[in-house]
């Protein structure tokens, strides 16, 4: 028997931990209580890989190629799907190819690609990372300057409905900074988000994507709630944005240190001279002299975020992370170069991928299942525990995430309720799915199935969900 490193655990408990989905309504419905998150504090020690690779013992039969495909093959050919079918599914344990159809061709991923951009970024930059959100003295007497980290989860107040439980909040970054200015009246707010580089939208990005209420804002290194005016979160759009998310930070920060008419502008901090710091409460405050500072979670955390409400913001801003972890400019290109040079490295083939964001939110990107599915494969494999925790993030089927509500129909689709973990992606005339999966007889597999051309994106998601939910039954 091969022992290899298993996922069961984390498709068992995980859910349970998280109190996604169904379980939540139940245990309110049941207690009052209402799932709680502790706030992660600067001393927080570095999270442990999410437990997903237990060494178990695969007591089934191995799945016999020639069997998938005879179950498999009329799935595949549904018309719902398209015309154009790219699936490949392989034996985690035994890196054995069970089926292939187009597998080493470049198609759309859609959200697919956010399984590269959590590999790749927990990769470079580890899942202890934070990202820090600082305000420095400006200039001028009274000038201060928000200099965006890359923290695109910082909420704005408590009391806040939680979009990302947790998260840094503007108003105790406020707080520090009034006790630091003392009687120093505040006369300018400055907004500085010089970190990230280039245009603010991808290549293949539509106007309706970064609309009010689209799926993404423009992408900035200062926001809130991932530039949402709101902090709610609905998968296909609908959450409106700020069009100028830095800037109406910078609004907001403006009335929470009592200066509600003091003017908002771009700009970029001085530097702290070695020996600048403050005497005292706004006493000799020198430019560039720190008057506070907040971080995001883990960078774990941040990337469960990611992969469970598929959320395109926090994609684009962890791509930019691994492209300054590479030293390379934190912009679309920069991390779309990052990024692949990132899976060169891991051993993967960085050649099956074109990539012109993050979030697959542009109709230019092209992944192949062969690219997705080795990089499942690693996580899985046990070798790299930083990339374990993908499993923890990827929604599961019927339970959590952009999954919650899939696998209910066709009534056959339920077997793999609760068993298949996978990465949704959609776009216009594109369905697609990433993940891994345990058959009846205990095999892991992992697989990628993307669709394109399918004139309903219900039906195709159901036929997607049909072909995952009979390798789930098949036992082949």
């Not at 154009?84 to 061709?105: E, F, G, M, P």
Request: charged content about 20%; overall charge negative; proline content about 7%.
């Amino acid at each position: 028997m091969v022992l290899v490193g298993l996922i069961v655990l984390a498709l068992v408990v995980a859910g349970v931990v998280m109190r996604p989905g169904p379980v939540d309504g139940w245990i309110t419905a049941l207690t009052g209580e209402t799932a709680a998150t502790p706030t992660p504090t600067a001393t927080t020690p570095e999270p442990s890989p999410t437990p997903v690779l237990v060494a178990a013992e695969s007591d089934g039969a191995a799945p016999d190629p020639a069997s998938v495909k005879e179950a498999l093959d009329p799935l595949v050919a549904a018309g719902a799907l398209g015309s154009t079918v790219h699936i490949q599914v392989v034996d985690v344990s035994t890196d054995t190819l069970l089926y292939a159809r187009n597998a080493d061709k470049k198609t759309t991923p859609a959200s697919t690609t956010k399984v590269l951009t959590a590999a790749t970024v927990l990769a470079a930059r580890g899942a202890a990372h934070r990202l820090e959100t600082r305000v420095v003295a400006g200039a001028t007497a009274g000038e201060v300057v928000i200099i965006g980290g890359g923290d695109a989860t910082m909420a704005v107040e408590k009391g806040d409905k939680d979009l990302f439980p947790g998260a840094a909040r503007l108003d105790d970054l406020a707080a520090q900074v009034k006790k630091a200015l003392g009687t120093t009246k505040p006369t300018r707010v400055t907004v500085d988000t010089s970190l990230f580089e280039g245009p603010e939208t991808a290549t293949g990005w539509g106007s309706a994507d970064i609309s009010p209420g689209g799926q993404v804002a423009r992408i900035q290194s200062l926001m809130t709630n991932a530039g949402r005016i709101e902090p709610v979160h609905n998968e296909f759009g609908g959450d409106p944005r700020y069009n100028d998310p830095a800037v109406s930070v910078g609004r907001l920060f403006a009335e929470m240190i009592g200066a509600p008419d003091a003017p908002v502008k771009r700009g970029t901090a001085p530097e702290a001279a070695p020996t600048s710091a403050s005497a005292g409460p706004g006493a000799g405050i020198a430019p560039g002299a720190e008057l506070g500072k907040v971080q995001s979670p883990p960078l774990v955390q941040i990337v469960d975020w990611m992969l469970q409400q598929s959320d395109n913001v926090l994609a684009e801003v962890l791509g930019r992370q691994v492209a300054l972890a590479a030293g390379e400019e934190a912009s679309f290109e920069g991390a779309a170069k990052a990024m692949t040079d990132k899976l060169t490295e891991l051993g993967l083939p960085s050649g099956q991928a074109t990539l012109y964001d993050a979030s697959g939110l542009s109709n230019r990107n092209g992944i192949t299942p062969d690219l997705l599915v080795q990089t499942l494969r690693l996580a899985a494999g046990g070798t790299l525990p930083e990339l374990t925790n993908i499993f923890n993030g990827l929604p599961v089927a019927g339970w959590s995430g952009t999954l919650e509500t899939r696998f209910a129909t066709p009534s056959d689709n339920a077997t793999a309720q609760g068993i298949v973990r996978a990465k949704t992606g959609s776009l216009s005339g594109v369905s697609t799915l990433a993940g891994v999966l345990v058959t009846k007889e205990r095999q892991i597999l992992a697989f990628a199935i993307m669709a394109k051309g399918g004139a309903n994106a219900i039906t195709a998601r159901q036929a997607i969900d049909k072909i995952a939910a009979r390798l789930v039954d098949c036992g082949c």
